[in-house]
């Protein structure tokens, strides 16, 4: 069964050449290069139609049971020369409203560059958002969706931002300001909501609870979302990140939705009385 929390081995960074090494290598994917970009490739759908999307969903848990939504979804979208990634903050490190500047991301497959122009603006548009390295240290649900960018597409820089516990207004007051930073600077690019759905609870509570929230997503109804996580008690880890990615959306003038791929992790396990929820989802 896939945890919900972040495993924090040892050193993580390069304080030398600036440089986040990988947090769950070898945990929540192979650490071996090889390995990785075939076990990526398996779950990857090449001949998937490319929509040309503002905003995604995209879960986060260990590759063997959130790879095939995470794959698809991703799959699923145009690739981009930038990709700006909100993720939740499992470790209560740092920041509430974090984004990582100052050091390169690396995984088994290489090293992705921050856009510090964009990361630059985002900070100056925004009195919410903050800099910080802290929140991001031990942190997967950003780290896991390099990867699977990395083999669709391997030439891209990216801004990683965790969004944690506030209020709805802070959230869409945050993807507005994320948006109007996009504006200025003239980025083409998708943002992505890092976030699992229901976490352990039976095969038939979690996915009644998760099509409750996805359907708020699809009608980009953000107080609804929340309204919803609140009322029917969904342990969506990524509900904050993914309300500041629909406001962005909105924002940017996304229209449609699409559920691409849900599964949980019994569909791995074959464990359905206690299980943990995947969707992708498309903005665009």
């Known amino acids: 069964m896939p945890d919900a929390r972040c495993l924090m081995p040892g050193t993580l960074f390069n304080t030398t050449n600036m440089i986040r090494k990988p947090v769950v290598a070898g945990q929540f994917y192979t650490a071996n290069a090889a390995r990785l970009e075939k ?22 848990a260990g590759y063997m049971y959130s790879g095939p939504v995470a794959g698809s979804v991703l799959s699923h979208i145009k690739p981009k020369n930038c990709y700006i990634i909100l993720g939740p903050n499992h470790t209560g490190k740092g920041d509430r409203f974090g984004m990582g500047m100052d050091k390169n991301w690396m995984t088994p497959l290489g090293e992705v560059e921050i856009d510090n122009e964009l990361a630059q603006a985002i900070l100056d548009n925004s009195k919410l958002i903050k800099k910080d390295d802290a929140c991001h240290m031990y942190e997967h649900s950003i780290e896991v969706q390099l990867p699977i960018l990395q083999v669709l597409n391997r030439n891209f820089s990216f801004v990683p931002i965790v969004i944690s516990q506030g209020t709805a207004s ?98 791995t396990s074959g464990d359905y009385s206690s299980v943990v929820g995947y969707a992708g989802i498309i903005i665009y």
Do not use: F, W
């Not at 076990?39 to 986060?60: N, Q, R, T």
């Not at 699809?218 to 996580?229: N, V």
């Not at 990615?245 to 699409?258: F, Q, V, W």
């Open 39 to 60: 076990e990526i490739k398996s779950y990857l759908e090449p001949e998937a139609k490319k929509i040309d999307a503002i905003g995604c969903v995209s879960p986060h």
């Open 170 to 267: 802070e959230y869409i007051r945050i993807g507005e300001d994320i948006a109007e930073a996009i504006q200025k600077t003239k980025r083409n690019l998708t943002i992505i909501a890092s976030s699992d759905m229901t976490h352990y609870e039976s095969q038939l509570s979690a996915k009644k609870k998760d099509m409750l929230a996805i359907e708020r997503i699809k009608a980009l109804d953000i107080e609804g979302l929340i309204d919803t996580i609140e009322k029917y008690d969904i342990s969506m880890c990524g509900y904050a990140p993914t309300a500041a990615m629909m406001s962005s959306a909105i924002k940017l003038g996304a229209k449609n939705t699409e559920l691409i791929k849900y599964q949980t992790s019994g569909d």
